[in-house]
């Protein structure tokens, strides 16, 4: 059947909704939020006789969307975060409180752990919380220590559409002691928030290289490269040797395949 360009009403429609127009008037489409639109539908059974009610409820929503230009509710359910239920540190048990970020979904995998060498320029990768906490302290393991004195510098990074953005708290490790470190001499304060997504960054502060345990041969991060060859491990900064930037400038970021996702494991208060 051919459209006539005529705008039908909803079948056998009454002109009064006692549900989602009454409890909705006196609201602009601009202001109406997710959250009231959902406590509204909630109280509607699923069954015929409701059915004008359940359309009216789409067409209020759909109008809402429109006009504000966003999609909670449609595409995502009213949420904007990662939201696989992640297990959290200490859940299965006290002695189990450390999230390793490097492993956390989607960015990270558990395989082919290697050696790699601490690097001078800053590297990033990025992680999603899988707990609510502030951070209180980082771990790191160093397989091969440096020939002369050098340190790791290691930090948190908040998040900026997709790039890391500021220091949130840093620490340093020793590149002359084998073996697991955990390092809770943090400067500034990490407040975490489960599904968030932050950001690893790390570089040696000096010349002598040492290797500190990393994911190895696979690619658990993915980015924008430069073309289909380009595989992205990490993301580097140029012009900032020896020391993390804070903020980082999302132009000076390049893609990074050196295996130097290493393995930083987090406890909370």
Sequence with gaps: MAFSGEIMP?????KRSDR??????NTDLENLAYATLQSTGQTIAIEEMSEDELR???LVNLA??????????LLDAGGGTFNVNLTQAGALSSAMDTDVVTITPPWGISADLSAEFA?????FYPFIATTTGTVASMLINVDTVSASANTLECAIYSDNN???????TECVFDGETAGDQEQTSLT???SLTRGDQYWIGHCETGSPGFKVIALGGYYPYSG????PNSGVRLLSVTGSDFSLPSPVTAGNLAASTYKGNFCVGLTYT
């Design 119 to 123: 690097r001078q320029s800053p590297q």
């Design 224 to 227: 924008q490269t430069t073309g």
């Design 64 to 73: 809402r969307l429109s006009v504000k230009g966003e999609w909670n509710g």
């Design 10 to 14: 909803l079948p056998d429609a009454s």
């Design 56 to 58: 009216r409820l789409v």
């Design 188 to 190: 500034g304060t990490a």
């Design 162 to 168: 997709g790039v890391p953005n500021e220091i949130l």
């Design 20 to 25: 989602v127009y009454t409890l909705l008037q």
